[in-house]
């Protein structure tokens, strides 16, 4: 059973950055494709970036598309997500996702001055 924790989280002024960061124990994170969702008080859930297997592909929600950067270093079997100019709006509880019910338990990110 794969388990992901996550961290990186906290609080930074609207334009700031922030790295997250998502730890998978067990040496089959190579074959998940690998997401982050966020979830900000009383909204869903929602899909924020992907990264493929092999770390070649990658796919962003048009909301942060240009500011947000996904990766992963399978030596490592980390997924991390570079989060650049942010803002209010993106305050929410970010969740790494490896597929199916594999779900970390979540960092929050607070964007306010």
């Known amino acids: 059973q794969v388990q992901l924790v996550e961290s990186g989280g906290g609080l930074v002024q609207p334009g700031g950055s922030l790295r997250l960061s998502c730890v998978a124990s067990g040496s089959i994170f190579g074959i998940f494709t690998m997401a982050w969702y966020r979830q900000a008080p009383g909204k869903q859930r929602e899909w924020v970036a992907s990264?493929?297997?092999?770390?070649?592909?990658?796919n962003y929600a048009n909301s942060v598309k240009g500011r947000f950067t996904i990766s992963r270093d399978s030596a490592k079997n980390t997924v991390y997500l570079q989060m650049n100019s942010l803002k209010p709006e993106d305050t929410a509880v970010y969740y790494c996702h490896a597929g199916g019910n594999i779900w970390g338990q979540g960092t929050q990110v607070t964007v306010s001055s």
């Open positions: 990264i493929n297997t092999s770390g070649t592909y990658t």
